[in-house]
């Protein structure tokens, strides 16, 4: 196969970011098979990924803490380097770029001239909308105001983290900024350009990541849910893949924390677990690369629903999920019905599982008995 960056028929090799033609040819195809794509498409995600017009982005800051970033940087298939030197052109980024001040503005402002129509706005953060939005400004001039012009004369708008999604955690009640989300922004402000959710708090690196090289690929956004979100990522309930789910089929609630039950890794409803009502992959895909039970439930914390609009920073932490809609489809993977100490599945079996789970999102099995016998529970 042709690598352009490396421009020889082989492969063996590395390229300029250290990973090897062989070992990216594998990232590409998990990457489509990953969205649901045919695993063939891989080479054709890994001939745009190589080559030499890289896609532009600008990424603008709202009212944030950085964690969108901070999950990026700890990706490694691809690597954040790797990414911006090789796959994009970043061509703003507060937190990453090294200018400041006038240089900066500068870049920014070019960087739209320039690659009018042809670039991505990613943005990170609400947007504060009260009084004017001077809640948040960057060189004298509002994140409104930033995230309108950049959009403007976007391709599309990548809206990463809870935050930009649905207004995440600044937006919480009482929400003295008037913090909003930067779809509400842009519509409120008669831009339009298709926009794209990556919600979590902070999201998986790896459902931005995919959605780029889609976009790299295709020339424009996957498939998207109701809410703008990627389907590849957040077409199914956390519950339906979770390690304890199986508890729950089973009827086995952790009462408290560090009861008997809580220790074997039963089902976390009881505690406020928010999965059967929170759509993401958190459950097969593992976060961070440390292991496959690196994410809340894993690790014995209920999911409080970050992803979910509505859910996350709006409902009382420890408060039941609710189940009126829970339409529970088979798990991609089933776990052991011991429970496993909240052990799930290996995450190269959950990478290989989350390709199988867009053929079987529609071909649910109801367990309505047993979401009544959970309600039970719950009063």
């Not at 954040?80 to 090294?98: G, K, N, R, V």
């Not at 012009?149 to 207004?167: D, F, H, L």
């Not at 931005?208 to 849910?225: H, I, N, Q, R």
């Not at 408290?256 to 059967?276: A, E, R, S």
Request: net charge neutral.
């Amino acid at each position: 196969m042709k690598c352009t960056t490396c421009r020889e028929v082989d492969t063996g090799g590395t390229l300029g970011s250290g990973l090897s033609r062989r070992d990216f040819m594998k990232v590409c195809t998990a990457a489509a098979v990953y969205m649901g794509l045919d695993a063939s498409v891989g080479a054709q995600i890994a001939e745009a990924a190589t080559a030499a017009k890289r896609l532009p982005v600008i990424w603008i800051s709202g009212q944030e803490c950085t964690g969108c970033t901070e999950s990026l940087l700890r990706a490694t298939h691809p690597t954040l380097e790797h990414l911006i030197l090789e796959l994009i052109s970043l061509e703003y980024h507060e937190t990453l770029q090294a200018g400041c001040g006038q240089q900066a503005n500068e870049a920014r402002e070019n960087a739209i001239t320039l690659y009018k129509g042809q670039y991505i706005c990613v943005a990170e953060g609400s947007f504060p909308t009260k009084d004017d939005g001077i809640y948040c400004r960057i060189g004298g001039l509002t994140a409104v105001h930033h995230l309108a012009q950049a959009a403007s004369s976007a391709a599309a708008v990548i809206a990463i983290g809870s935050c930009s999604s649905w207004g995440g955690m600044p937006s919480a009640s009482p929400n003295p900024t008037g913090a909003s989300s930067a779809s509400a922004v842009l519509q409120a402000k008669g831009v339009k350009v298709p926009v794209m959710n990556i919600p979590g708090c902070p999201p998986s690196p790896y459902n931005f990541l995919s959605a780029v090289l889609y976009f790299v690929t295709f020339g424009k956004l996957p498939e998207l849910d109701g809410k703008g979100r990627p389907k590849f990522a957040y077409g199914r309930l956390i519950h339906e893949n979770c390690e304890r789910r199986p508890s729950f089929d089973a009827g086995n609630f952790a009462e408290q924390f560090g009861d008997d039950g809580h220790k074997q890794g039963w089902c976390l409803y009881k505690l406020g677990c928010k999965g059967p009502e929170t759509y993401n992959n958190c459950s097969t895909l593992g976060f961070g690369d440390v292991g496959a039970s690196a994410w809340p439930v894993g690790m014995g914390a209920p999911c409080f629903g970050c992803s979910e609009q509505n859910v996350g920073f709006t409902e009382a932490l420890h408060s039941p999920a609710r189940l009126d809609n829970l339409d529970v489809t088979p798990p991609a993977l089933f776990p052991g019905v011991d429970g496993g100490g909240g052990k799930g599945v290996t995450t190269a079996a959950a990478a290989i599982a989350a390709g199988v789970v867009g053929a079987v999102v529609g071909a649910g099995l109801a367990t309505s008995k047993k979401v009544g016998q959970a309600e039970e529970v719950r009063k």
